[in-house]
């Protein structure tokens, strides 16, 4: 409403449709932290490690692919070929070596076109320019391959241009016009008297005097000047009789007066004048300049994007070769094949191997239950095949020794647990908000995420709601799922609907601990290692001691009553709960003897003071 006006930076408009690229909604793309890690930093996520261009321009555009893939078949295998091409000829030093100096030249026209830019983007677009010969040259031993045939077409030399911003830009302009020293010399013939009108203002006083001092007879003579009374003719008073009859007096002093004459007035008007009209007619030349430029800003903008697609080709080739990322097969057929694939991000931060992991999502194996301890590597396992997915519907090469990507038209997850105080949302809210959205949305084109569903209520309702989901998304979507629960419940899934398989993430259990194997089995895990992963987080022995008494007693409550393992049938197990619940918690809870004698075992007495003995000893008395 402030600033209306054209708009000359904008040559076109492009209508983004739904079925043109993979979309990710906001809270996958912060579970899978493509840009951003979950604490909001842009350390540490997939963008952080794939960037490596050379230009400003060029991270917008990856970070743009990355949030938004495509689904064109021909334009990712386009940039497939692309990078096959760079690696083959060996140019990925060379290129993003001139790539370097080129600057943000996007933002450059657009504040060109808004004549908002300042003298250093000039000459930061004039380097560009410089440089686009070599770039030139440098893509010429790769014409064979068509993209970049068609970027260097676009990467047009334009050698008008640059001759006129070398013409008319200074080599280190200042900063702001109203400074001068932007317009080159030379450039415009009325700037350059106007800054020799200044320039030689001394030489001309020297003359002047001289002149003076021969006219008048007068050897003590002298110019002077002050900001008050600008130029004068200094005579001392002994000689004042002696000036010629064109003085005009200007100031009287103690020892001396002060004069000026027409010629030294004209030349004042001219010289104080002088620098304030420079400056004008510098602004002038500049805005004109602008102006000329903007003709030229489609052309400009064309060179650009053809720049910033050539950095993100680059890098993605870069990037290949230093993480040894390998070429995927994508196929208009949907599905998802990955053989020893791997998290970048986890395999960059981590300082131990990372173990790959294969994963096979067809039409015949839609959905995967994955079971497993905590920090067995569930999620990272679920999250490193939305990534891979992602980075071959770019056209970049994949952590992967193998993969074939089929067509994917949206990812889902429901990964984590976070309230939203704000929104007044508590974490089961947040959770079952992201599943809805999920059940909405989904399709059999789909890839869905489901990390622990059901785990912020009672056991039975998010059993139930596990249950649930799952099934739905198996049965009556048939999106392609990995599903990571801790109800073993769900491992039953497989007996009852088809295209459902059983995998877990292996560990193994000794006296000292539990070892976290990060390997995806098949088949579903034989238990979840709680109590083993509470004591690596530093629980205290006497917790864990307590906590392992009172599983067994649970597991052998549960063997006693006879109760049966929950029926694959969704109203089965609601039947079953309802009839026979399986675990009776009340007969199973401690007595207080048992508590007593549990603190008994716990106490070293040789450890205790006086004072902590008698503690003990009323704290044993309550429990009586």
């Given at each position: 409403?402030?600033?209306?006006g054209?708009?000359?930076h904008?040559?076109?408009?492009?209508?983004?449709?739904?079925?043109?690229s993979?979309i990710?909604?906001?809270a996958?793309?912060?579970?899978?932290?493509?840009?951003?890690?979950?604490?909001?930093?842009?350390k540490?996520t997939?963008?952080g490690?794939?960037?490596?261009t050379a230009?400003?321009?060029?991270?917008?555009?990856?970070?743009?692919?990355?949030?938004?893939?495509?689904?064109?078949?021909?334009?990712?295998?386009l940039?497939?070929?692309?990078?096959a091409?760079l690696?083959?000829?060996?140019?990925?030093?060379?290129?993003?070596k001139?790539?370097?100096?080129?600057g943000?030249?996007?933002?450059?026209?657009?504040?060109?076109?808004?004549?908002?830019?300042?003298?250093?983007?000039l000459t930061t677009?004039?380097?560009?320019?410089?440089?686009?010969?070599?770039?030139?040259?440098?893509?010429?031993?790769?014409?064979q391959?068509?993209?970049?045939?068609?970027?260097a077409?676009?990467?047009s030399?334009?050698?008008?241009?640059?001759?006129?911003?070398?013409?008319?830009?200074?080599?280190?302009?200042?900063?702001l016009?109203?400074d001068?020293r932007v317009?080159?010399?030379?450039?415009?013939t009325?700037?350059?008297?106007?800054?020799?009108?200044?320039?030689?203002?001394d030489d001309?006083?020297?003359?002047?005097e001289?002149?003076?001092?021969?006219?008048?007879?007068?050897?003590?003579?002298?110019?002077?000047?002050?900001?008050?009374?600008?130029?004068?003719?200094?005579v001392?008073?002994?000689?004042?009789?002696?000036?010629?009859?064109?003085?005009?007096?200007?100031q009287?002093?103690?020892?001396?007066?002060?004069?000026?004459?027409?010629?030294?007035?004209r030349?004042?008007?001219?010289?104080?004048?002088?620098?304030?009209r420079a400056?004008?007619?510098?602004?002038?030349?500049?805005?004109e300049?602008l102006?000329?430029?903007?003709?030229?800003?489609a052309?400009l903008?064309?060179?650009?994007?053809?720049?910033?697609e050539?950095?993100?080709?680059?890098?993605l080739?870069e990037?290949?070769v230093?993480?040894?990322?390998?070429?995927?097969?994508?196929?208009?057929?949907?599905?998802?094949s990955?053989?020893?694939g791997?998290?970048l991000?986890?395999?960059r931060?981590?300082?131990?191997p990372?173990i790959?992991?294969?994963?096979?999502?067809?039409?015949?194996?839609?959905?995967?239950?994955?079971t497993?301890?905590?920090?067995?590597g569930?999620?990272?396992?679920?999250?490193q095949?939305?990534?891979?997915?992602?980075?071959?519907?770019?056209?970049?090469?994949?952590?992967?020794?193998a993969?074939?990507?089929?067509?994917?038209?949206r990812?889902f997850?429901?990964?984590?647990?976070?309230?939203d105080?704000?929104?007044?949302?508590?974490?089961?809210?947040?959770?079952?908000?992201?599943t809805?959205?999920?059940?909405?949305?989904?399709?059999?084109?789909s890839?869905?995420?489901?990390?622990?569903?059901g785990?912020?209520?009672?056991t039975?309702?998010?059993?139930?709601?596990?249950w649930?989901t799952?099934?739905?998304?198996?049965v009556?979507?048939?999106?392609?799922?990995?599903f990571?629960t801790?109800?073993?419940?769900?491992t039953?899934l497989?007996?009852?609907?088809?295209?459902?398989?059983?995998?877990?993430?292996?560990?193994?259990?000794?006296?000292?601990?539990i070892v976290?194997?990060?390997?995806?089995?098949?088949?579903p895990?034989?238990?979840?290692?709680?109590?083993?992963?509470?004591a690596?987080?530093?629980?205290?022995?006497t917790?864990?001691?307590?906590?392992?008494k009172?599983?067994k007693?649970l597991?052998?409550?549960?063997v006693t009553?006879?109760?049966?393992?929950?029926?694959?049938?969704?109203?089965?197990?609601?039947d079953?709960?309802t009839?026979s619940p399986?675990?009776p918690?009340?007969?199973?809870?401690?007595s207080?003897?048992?508590?007593?004698?549990?603190?008994?075992?716990?106490?070293?007495?040789?450890?205790?003071?006086?004072r902590?003995a008698?503690?003990?000893?009323?704290d044993?008395?309550?429990?009586?």
């Open positions: 409403d402030t600033q209306c054209s708009l000359p904008i040559q076109s408009l492009i209508v983004e449709k739904r079925e043109d993979l990710i909604d906001a996958t793309r912060r579970n899978l932290e493509i840009t951003d890690s979950l604490s909001g930093q842009p540490n997939l963008a490690i794939m960037d490596q230009t400003a321009m060029g991270g917008r555009l990856l970070r743009r692919w990355l949030n938004r893939p495509v689904r064109d078949l021909k334009i990712v295998k940039r497939q070929n692309a990078i091409s690696l083959t000829a060996q140019l990925l030093e060379s290129i993003h001139e790539l370097c100096g080129i943000d030249i996007e933002r450059i026209l657009t504040r060109i076109a808004l004549q908002t830019a300042r003298p250093r983007d677009l004039r380097e560009a320019l410089s440089r686009l010969p070599a770039l030139q040259q440098l893509l010429a031993t790769a014409l391959d068509t993209l970049l045939t068609k970027l077409t676009e990467i030399t334009h050698p008008q241009i640059y001759e006129l911003l070398h013409k008319a830009i200074v080599e280190q302009p200042a900063l016009v109203r001068g317009i080159a010399p030379g450039y415009d009325e700037l350059d008297e106007l800054r020799n009108l200044a320039t030689n203002a001309f006083l020297l003359e002047l001289a002149k003076e001092r021969a006219r008048s007879g007068i050897n003590n003579l002298k110019v002077g000047y002050n900001r008050i009374h600008g130029y004068y003719l200094e001392s008073k002994i000689h004042s009789e002696r000036v010629p009859v064109d003085y005009q007096r200007r009287t002093l103690k020892a001396v007066e002060r004069y000026v004459t027409p010629e030294l007035k030349f004042e008007d001219q010289v104080l004048s002088a620098k304030e400056l004008a007619r510098e602004h002038f030349l500049y805005s300049l102006i000329k430029l903007t003709g030229s800003l052309l903008q064309c060179c650009a994007n053809a720049l910033s050539l950095d993100v080709i680059n890098n080739a990037r290949a230093s993480l040894n990322l390998n070429c995927p097969e994508l196929t208009a057929d949907p599905g998802v990955i053989q020893q791997r998290h991000v986890v395999e931060v981590q300082s131990s990372f790959a992991n294969d994963v096979e999502l067809n039409q015949q194996q839609r959905m995967l239950i994955i497993g301890p905590n920090m067995g569930k999620s990272t396992f679920m999250r095949i939305a990534l891979i997915t992602i980075l071959a519907w770019c056209g970049s090469y994949v952590p992967a020794s993969a074939s990507i089929g067509s994917i038209d990812i997850s429901r990964i984590g647990a976070a309230d105080l704000a929104g007044g949302r508590s974490t089961f809210m947040v959770e079952m908000e992201e809805a959205n999920i059940l909405h949305n989904a399709s059999k084109h890839l869905v995420l489901m990390d622990e569903i785990r912020g209520t009672s039975f309702d998010g059993l139930s709601l596990a649930a799952a099934v739905e998304l198996a009556k979507i048939k999106a392609f799922t990995l990571a801790h109800y073993f419940e769900l039953k497989p007996m009852e609907y088809s295209g459902v398989a059983n995998v877990h993430m292996s560990a193994a259990e000794h006296e000292d601990g976290f194997l990060h390997n995806v089995c098949n088949g895990a034989n238990q979840s290692y709680g109590i083993q992963v509470a690596l987080a530093g629980v205290p022995k917790v864990l001691e307590r906590a392992r009172y599983l007693r597991e052998q409550a549960n009553s006879g109760s049966t393992p929950v029926s694959t049938s969704q109203l089965a197990l609601f079953q709960i009839s399986v675990l918690i009340a007969a199973s809870l401690p207080k003897n048992d508590m007593v004698l549990d603190k008994l075992r716990s106490i070293d007495p040789d450890t205790l003071s006086p902590q008698l503690a003990i000893l009323y044993l008395k309550q429990l009586l």
